[in-house]
Each structure stands twice: as C-alpha cells, then as structure tokens.
C-alpha cells in the first residue's frame, strides 16, 4: 500500500517557481534547520531548489494485535504542514575517526554529527536522488468497474479549438470514465550494503537492527553547496545541500531485517490529482 502527501513547501516552490519570482524560504521549514547543519545557507536571487534527495524513517506506523492473534498495521499520516519525518533513521552512521570517502559521501547529504555513548560520529540522513532516466509523461487513464487501463495521452487537433462539454447532471458520483494525470515514475533502489548500513545504524542508534523499518519516506528539494565541515580532526571542503525541505511524503512499508538483499522503492513525483475528462 502506498499513499503520497504533498506538502505546502512544494507547493510554495511550485507557485515561485511558474510565476518565475524568487524563492522564499518559510521559516521553520527545513530540514537544516531541523538538524543545526547550516541553516542560516540560503539560495541566492535566482536559485530554485530542486527535487533530488530522499529521506527514510520508522515511525508513520501504529500496530495492534487482532483477535486471530495476526500484528495489523495502521498508517499514520502526515498533514501538508509537517516539515519533517516523525523519526529519521540515517542510510549511514560512521565513527567521526572512518568516515566515509570523498566518493562514497557523494552519495549522501545531510551530514549530521551525533555523540552515541560518548563517541563521536557523523550520520547521513539523505541520500541523492539519481533523475537521469527519469522521463516525465501525460497518461490517460480509464476507470471502469475498479480496472484502471492506461494509455499514453496525446492532445487532438480538436482541443485547439474546444467546444462546449455536455455535462450530465445524473451519475454525479460514478466512479467510472477518463481522466488524466502527469506523471513521471522514480525506482530508487537499496542493495544487500544500503541495508546492511541501514541495519549497523541502527544497532549502533537503538541497540536493535529490528528498529530498521521503513515506514516513511520524504522526497525533498534542496541546492547543493559546497561547504566545510569537520572529518576527524581537521576541516575540508565537501558538497552539503542547504534549504532542503520535504515535497512529499510517501507511505511504504519495509522491514529491512526481512528484506535484507534489495529493496526496491517506486513512487511518481508527477501530479497526484486527477483531472477528469
């Protein structure tokens, strides 16, 4: 199951970004904020953040035991305003003195340093989005009886010129008939050493593996910067992204001690809404 809340810091970059004015960034809204990395990094007068990260957590989900002793689980959604995830678990935690290289980070963004049992580390909250292949389309779709078919929408001759549409004003609530959607679909894959991070961070966050749950998913929009940080001890240069905020949440569910060789994630970045025709 799945089910996808956009955000009104998606929106917020939408309308700025279509009426080409600049980008404000709401207060209490990012992600950097949220954890002290380079909060105060803003886009410049005509930089437009852009979707390319994705974020993982554990807790949009709630669980009791039915009457035939089976463990149902229940969503918990998030609303437009959230600005977080309720719990992020970082793709990688590493001792500050083995850290990642300069290659492997490039992988990865909000680089957020955390102490567990007076050790100090560096945890990874974001991993890049790859966009290359990702081909955005117009999908017209069919609804008849509960069966969606999908063809590719391809706009008449006639639709230069429209004519008035007749409207019934019985079967106001069929659930049957035509509409259309943008879409544009993203598989983001975690192989056998994503989850094994996933796992090892939080054995060394929780004490348990089990705690590696993906429940919660963010997609977020952000500018990448090149910035300094602290590895062991001495400072470098590295690209971290600033004004990172969440587009979406999407609701899946992964338990990665189950699913510990690959995982894959599908969701659509295009529009959620239909529009009946």
């Known amino acids: 199951m799945e089910s996808v809340t956009r955000t009104i810091y998606g929106a917020h970059l939408q309308t700025c970004k279509l009426l080409n004015r600049p980008f ?7 992600l950097n904020q949220k954890f002290n990395l380079f909060a105060d990094e803003l886009p410049l007068s005509n930089e437009y ?3 390319g990260y994705i974020g993982i957590g554990n807790k949009a989900a709630t ?5 035939d002793g089976f463990i ?5 959604p998030h609303l437009p305003r959230h600005a977080s995830l309720y719990n992020f678990i970082p793709f990688v935690v590493r001792n500050m003195n ?5 290659t492997e980070r490039m992988k990865y963004r909000l680089r957020v340093p955390i102490t567990i049992n007076s050790e100090q580390y560096v945890a990874y909250y974001l991993r890049v989005l790859n966009l290359d292949n990702v081909a955005p389309s117009v999908e017209l779709r069919n609804v008849n009886e509960g069966v969606i078919t999908t063809t590719d929408f391809i706009p008449e001759i006639t639709d230069l010129s429209p004519q008035h549409p007749n409207i019934s004003n019985v079967n106001l609530n069929n659930p049957n008939g035509d509409y259309l959607v943008s879409t544009a679909k993203i598989n983001f894959v975690l192989n056998q050493e994503d989850i094994t991070n996933i796992l090892e961070a939080c054995q060394l966050l929780y004490g348990d593996p089990r705690y590696a749950v993906i429940n919660e998913i963010a997609l977020v929009t952000g500018i990448d910067r090149v910035l300094t940080g602290v ?3 001495t400072q470098s240069s590295y690209t971290e992204v600033i004004s990172a905020q969440i587009a979406a ?12 060789t690959e995982v894959n994630i599908t969701f659509d970045v295009g529009t959620e809404e239909p529009l009946l025709v």
Do not use: M
């Open 49 to 51: 953040p852009k979707l």
């Open 249 to 260: 949440f999407v609701y899946q569910y992964h338990a990665l001690t189950v699913n510990s």
């Open 24 to 30: 404000t960034v709401l207060p209490n809204s990012t």
């Open 231 to 233: 590895f062991g001890s």
């Open 98 to 102: 083995d850290d990642l290289s300069a």
């Open 72 to 76: 149902l689980t229940r969503e918990i």
């Open 63 to 67: 669980y009791e035991l039915g009457n």
